[in-house]
């Protein structure tokens, strides 16, 4: 088991192709939130954490990437109409979407691939997706389904498709939001369209390889992988159900009826051990057990209104004691047993400025916070939708917090308050984090303090 488990550890790396310490994706380089890197910071320092440099950006929720010595990033600059942020309500803009690619260590901008894009949707501040490093490409989708493979040296581009005229996929009332996922010589997407919620397409060409799936809507859930019964499966959940594919063709391994209200899959489902956790909108949460001799699964529990984690922005960490995440409903960060779902605690000390709640009387929904996990330990980056990055230790004992600092304000409004709804990412011992209006990478490097 050990032995199988370093040789899939190995075979991630590759499918990458980046370095160890780089970030070249959603999530990191094994798509679990795990720094590996024992060389960052366990406690705020005295004095602070040193930004080594910040840089202005545009409008987006993009989450960077970093890999081979450069930062890429998604943005949006807006020439017209206006920006609502509310979620019945689709607003119009026209203006550019961007992929910045900068330097690492200095923030210098090395190239800009830019073209016209005008949106229609909620929310319309800017590309939700983590641009993509492999094997010297980026791979980058926007808002409204314009998917682009550009030279990471010089923004160049090899290929590109949009997702409504090449698949009749709509863009969702939210956006594209899904962010693609580079497996072997592949690049996985969630489109949309009859036949095609998911689409594999050949990452040095663009040729389609094989599609997958039909539902009324394809959600925002991002593609994931995970290895059980002897083989990578690819996990997908679109708005009718949970599907486990086989990777390299498309097939459908096994299928669960999981069905979250306003078609809102969002959050990746988390493994640990032979247990697979999925949560969204409207108590939609259940716990699968996956069968260990052939891919299936078989659940185990659903959740209800008084237990489990409903996670929306943020995807849960799956440790091998609890699922911890902020509940959309509570704004809490929650942890729960996975053995019934019930809730062990719960604090919205990580997510939600006491102002704020003080202001909306306690009732404060959607609040967001990103969990990095630090090894295998109890170790936790946090994120928080305030700005704050948060040193803390999670245990089934409670919330334990070590230090905290504000590495960027908010600037995004919805719900009457500021918020920062941007994964960071952490490469070279270093995080880098965006709002709608910069991008800092703050020195996370022990050796330095």
Known sequence: MKIRSILISILCALYLTASADDWPSWLGQQGDAVLSDDGFVTVIPEGGLKTKWEVPVNLGYSGPSVAEGKVFLMDYIRSGGD??????????????????????????????????????????????????????????LGAEGD?????????????????????????????????????????????????????????????????????????????????????DQLIIWHPEGLFSLNPLTGKVYWSQDLRPKLGLTVSAPRHSGDLLYASGQGSAGGLFRLNSEKPGAELVWLGN?????????????FTEDAIYGVDLETSALT????????????????????????????????????????????????????????????????????????????????MNRKVVWSHPAFANRTVFARSDEKLVAVDLDAENY
């Open 147 to 231: 998917l682009h493979c550009l030279d990471a040296e010089t923004g160049s581009k090899f290929w590109s498709k949009n997702f409504y005229n090449d698949y009749g996929a709509e863009t969702p009332r939210w956006g594209h939001a899904a962010h693609p996922l580079v497996y072997e010589d592949l690049l996985i997407c969630i489109v949309g369209g009859i036949g095609s919620v998911a689409v594999a397409f050949d990452k040095e060409t663009g040729e389609e390889r094989w599609r997958s799936l039909s539902a009324d809507m394809q959600g925002y859930c991002p593609p994931s992988i995970i290895h059980h019964a002897g083989v």
């Open 305 to 317: 209104p008084r237990n489990a984690i409903y996670t929306l922005n943020n995807t849960p960490a």
């Open 335 to 414: 942890a729960v047993d996975p053995a019934d779902g019930d809730r062990i605690w719960e604090t919205r000390e990580p997510v939600i400025d006491a102002a704020v709640l003080a202001e909306n009387r306690q009732r404060v929904r959607h609040g967001t916070a990103f969990l990095i996990r630090h090894q295998d330990t109890d170790t936790f980056y946090i994120f928080s939708e305030n700005g704050d990055l948060i040193l803390a230790e999670l245990t089934l004992s409670g919330y334990k917090e070590l230090g905290r600092q504000n590495i960027l304000e908010p600037t995004s409004s919805t």
């Open 83 to 140: 920006i609502t942020n509310r979620a019945s309500w689709s607003d119009k803009l026209t203006g550019q979407e961007r992929v910045v690619c900068l330097d690492d260590a200095s923030g210098e901008e090395l190239w800009v691939f830019s073209y016209d894009r005008p949106y229609e949707m909620s929310y319309a501040g800017g590309p939700r997706c983590t641009p993509i490093y492999s094997d010297g490409k980026v791979y980058a």
